[in-house]
Each structure stands twice: as C-alpha cells, then as structure tokens.
C-alpha cells in the first residue's frame, strides 16, 4: 500500500468514528420518555424488611404454569333444608294480595316437595401438602353431604372434610392421594398496598381461571367479620373463585380468597382475601383438635372518632372504647368500664376498633395479658386473664343414614292407605338421597318397587339385596304414575 492510500485510509476512519460518535451523542440525548423508562437500571439496595419483593416484570404466566396445577375445583351436593326454602319465601306485606297465596303454598310447608332437593355448589382449593390436606372456605363445603376435588390432570376424588371454622370462614379437606403439587406460602405481613397479585380458581365453573389485579387494602374489617383482617384487592373474584388461592409476585400464596362485595353478585372491583397466616393458624387447630379456640375479654366496643377523642382527652382518635361489659366475664373480673378505651394488648398498640377482636382472637384462653387504658384521660394498665369465646360447631360430613349406605338412600316402607292411593303392594318412599342415588338421578318422593327384580317392602330388603349385588343395581322406581328403570352404581 503507498503512503497516499495509507493516509486517505486513516482520513476516512477518523470521519467515520467522529461520525458514529457524534451520532451515538445525540441519539442518546433524543431517547423518548416511554424508551428511557425501558433502559435497565441497577436498583436502590433496601433491606429484606423494606423490599420483600423485588421486580421489575411480574411473570404471571409462570406463576399460572408451575402452581396452577395445586390449585383445584371443588364440586359440592347437599339436601335444601326447610331453612333454605324459608329464605326463598318473599318477604311480603300482609295487606299485598299475594301474601296469602304464599303463606298457603310457598316454601314454609313442612310438605313442599321440594324438601330435600340435591343442591349443587362450586369453589376453589389449593393443595397444601403433596399427602392430600386441601385448603379452602368453609362456607364452600358448609352443610355438604358430598364433596369431590377434581385436579388439573382430570382426577377426581371424594374429599373428606376434616373440619371447618365458620368464623374465619376457613375449611380444611383431605383425599386420599399422594405426591400432588403443593403451593408454596408467602408473608402477607410484608405485602404493600400497590403491589401486584393473581387469583386462581373456578369463577362461574371456569376451572382454572387466573386473574390479576393489585393489593388495594390490608386489614379490612367486614360486617359480621370480626375476626379476620382481610387483604382487599381489585383482582376480578366472581362466584366460584371462592376458597381459591392469592398469589404475590413471587409465586407465594398470601390470601384466600374469599368474598366479594357486590350489588350485583358478580365482581365490581373490591374482592378479599383472608390472609394465608390466620389460614394456617387455623388450619393447624383444625387437624391437631378439630375446632378452633379464640381468646375472649367480653366487651362491647366502638370506634373512636374525632370528636369522642376530644371528649375523652385523647389527642388524636385511637383505640377501642368500650361501650359495654358482660358480668361475669373476664373483662368485668378485670375492672374494666364502660368508658375505658383500650389502647394496647400485651406489646400491640390498637389503632383502630377492628384490631382488638382480631389480636384477642389470638390469645391462648387462660392465659393473662396487660391491657393500656385509657381511662379519664390518664394511662392505667390492668392485667385480665383471657377468657375463651364459645366454640362454633366444627364437623365434617355428616354421616346420617343416608351417607352410611352404599346406595346413598334413606326410605321408609309405605303405609296401607299410601299404597292404596298409588295402587301398588309393598313400596319404599325415599325420604333423602345422597352420593350414589343422587348421582343416579333418584328424587325425593320416589317410590322403590324392586331391585334387581326384588320386590322391596322395607329397608332391610333393599340393603340385603345391595350388598349381595356387584358394583351395579337397577331400580324400579315409580315416580309421577310412571315407572322407570334407574341404574344405580353402588358406593
């Protein structure tokens, strides 16, 4: 190469790197606002306590592919009692022209036929134990005869309930299975309002359903909950997500999903979830005892607002005044009065009225704790020795005789003039149905005339005849002056 082409070579690298350089400087001065916002910076270093989720992407479709299969659709059956058909009645005036008609024929009749019609429900679940413990909400499996989980592969099992707590609105299943995918558990305590969540379960029957949303809230207190502080979220939860878990950012499970607040039953931005940590702590009481036990102080309390704080020396409002003291209760042994405002249990400050029943809730009945008080404007500390809240019943399914059986009946033999009215000899009327039968389609008010070709008079007949059965019966069923032939398969 000659010194004339070594130069002109030199030159033109030198124009091209001034070239791309200047290019370089004022492209990057030109970057957008949504382009820098996309550029990859190092973020500020916080402790674990201040930032207990780091992200700068939430992938919810990872979340849905590795936990998704834990989470499972639970079907319910169950009888309609005369209670429930009593609801069903309309509340109306007696001067309306229809109240009659009602009160005559509606739902209140102890013999309306459709006393002990199957009913069927939905909700959600999620496995917390790869030997088959199931968590959900108890008012899912409340008054259930028959509960089936079905799991993502399509397996379907009967579920045992091994009990529930109405007040915290938590039920705890078992199947019988083993290495099932579990979820993992997550701290609500560290989640901040504004960060990102995902619900899973079942809305309307939609199995598997995820929806996204964010925290909204923390420690909601509901009418007629007192007793959990629930996470509200604006994730959409409808009918049938019920039981179903709450996912952070990490994939952890922090609430249970569990109400809605809607005028129209269907989601409109406010759903809650019961935190995953009073979950467990039931949970754990449910399968070491079978009932949850609650600490109790035996007050009446309300909400300290602007002005009763002024009136009570307060500087600002805080705390729970009490505007009641049952005698005999533990709060009356203690000396507390009417007045007082509880400020502190043990070492929690109380903020709000709806944290005393929630902290008390949690002591150990027995066991003595300080109250702070506030009391004519001056501190007093009392010591009370907690008492325990009445427990509510705790049962799993109920094995009446209708659940004992293989076939899932309970009948009666007809009587005389009952036959005669129907023109048929011998007869079983079935009262309740259950599992098998319900399944089959046998209906409240059928009468049994054989099985198997048997002729049936009385419940002894129609068991021997099950039990020296196969795993499959015909029944000969009259129903509305028609007979049919129903094929059973035996539990």
Same mark, same amino acid.
């Given at each position: ?6 130069? =002109? #070579? ?28 996309? !550029?990859?910076?190092?973020? &500020?270093?916080? *402790? ?9 992407? +939430? ?59 199957? +009913? ?20 899912? +499996? ?28 938590? %039920? ?67 009918? #049938? =997500? ?5 996912? =952070? %950012? ?6 249970? =999903?569990?109400? @809605? ?42 909400? !300290? ?22 005698? *005999? ?18 070492? /929690?400050?109380?903020?709000? *009225? *709806? ?9 150990? &009945? ?7 008080? @506030?009391? /004519?404007?001056?501190?007093? $500390?009392? $010591? ?56 089959? #389609?046998?209906?409240? #008010? ?7 070709? !048997? ?12 039990? /020296? ?23």
């Amino acid at each position: 190469m000659n010194r004339k082409n070594l130069i =002109n #070579g030199i030159f033109a690298a030198v124009l091209v790197a001034a070239f791309v350089g200047a290019y370089m400087h004022f492209a990057s001065r030109s970057i957008s606002p949504v382009h820098a916002a996309m !550029v990859a910076r190092p973020a &500020p270093e916080r *402790s674990a306590a201040s930032a207990p989720v780091a992200y700068s992407v +939430v992938d919810f479709a990872e979340i849905v592919e590795r936990d998704g299969p834990a989470v499972v659709n639970i079907s319910v059956s169950s009888r309609l009692r005369d209670e429930d058909l009593a609801d069903a009645m309309p509340q109306l005036n007696p001067d309306d022209p229809l109240f009659e008609f009602f009160h005559r024929f509606g739902p209140k009749s102890p013999h309306n036929p459709h006393k002990g019609q199957i +009913v069927r429900g939905q909700g959600s679940g999620f496995i917390l134990s790869d030997d088959g413990v199931i968590l959900t909400n108890a008012h899912v +499996v409340d008054g259930a005869q028959e509960v089936t989980v079905k799991l993502t592969d399509r397996r379907e099992f009967r579920a045992k309930v091994i009990g529930k707590d109405m007040p915290s609105d938590i %039920a705890v299943l078992r199947i019988a299975a083993t290495n099932l995918p579990t979820v993992r558990i997550g701290d609500p305590g560290v989640a901040r309002v504004g960060e990102p969540v995902l619900a899973i379960g079942a809305p309307f029957g939609f199995e598997n359903s995820a929806s996204s949303g964010i925290i909204s809230a923390k420690s909601r207190t509901l009418p007629e909950d007192n007793y959990v502080p629930f996470i509200q979220t604006d994730v959409a939860v409808n009918p #049938g =997500n019920s039981g179903g878990p709450l996912f =952070n %950012a990490r994939g952890e499970v922090i609430g249970v =999903n569990s109400q @809605i607040y809607s005028e129209t039953g269907g989601y409109e931005g406010l759903s809650f979830a019961i935190p995953i940590d009073v979950a467990i702590k039931v949970k754990d009481q449910l399968l070491r005892h079978g009932k949850v036990t609650r600490g109790r102080l035996g007050v009446m309390i309300q909400e !300290v607002n602007q002005a009763l704080a002024e009136s009570f020396g307060l500087k600002h409002p805080r705390g729970a005044l009490v505007s009641g003291v049952e005698k *005999s209760s533990p709060a009356e042994r203690a000396g507390i009065r009417i007045g007082d405002i509880i400020v502190r249990v043990g070492d /929690k400050d109380i903020g709000d *009225s *709806s944290e005393l029943p929630v902290l008390v809730a949690e002591l150990k &009945p027995g066991s003595p704790v300080s109250l702070g008080i @506030i009391r /004519k404007a001056e501190p007093v $500390t009392l $010591t009370i020795t907690v008492g325990e809240m009445k427990p509510e019943r705790v049962a799993g399914v109920q094995e009446d005789g209708a659940q004992k059986g293989r076939m899932g009946l309970a009948v009666r033999p007809l009587e005389r003039g009952e036959q005669r009215q129907i023109g048929v000899s011998g007869g079983l009327l079935v009262e309740e149905v259950s599992g098998p039968a319900a399944r089959a #389609g046998i209906q409240v #008010g059928d009468v049994v005339l054989s099985i198997n070709g !048997v002729p049936v008079s009385n419940a002894e007949q129609l068991r021997s005849v099950a039990e /020296k059965s196969g795993r499959h019966v015909a029944l000969l069923v009259l129903r509305d002056s028609s007979q049919l032939f129903i094929p059973l398969t035996l539990g």
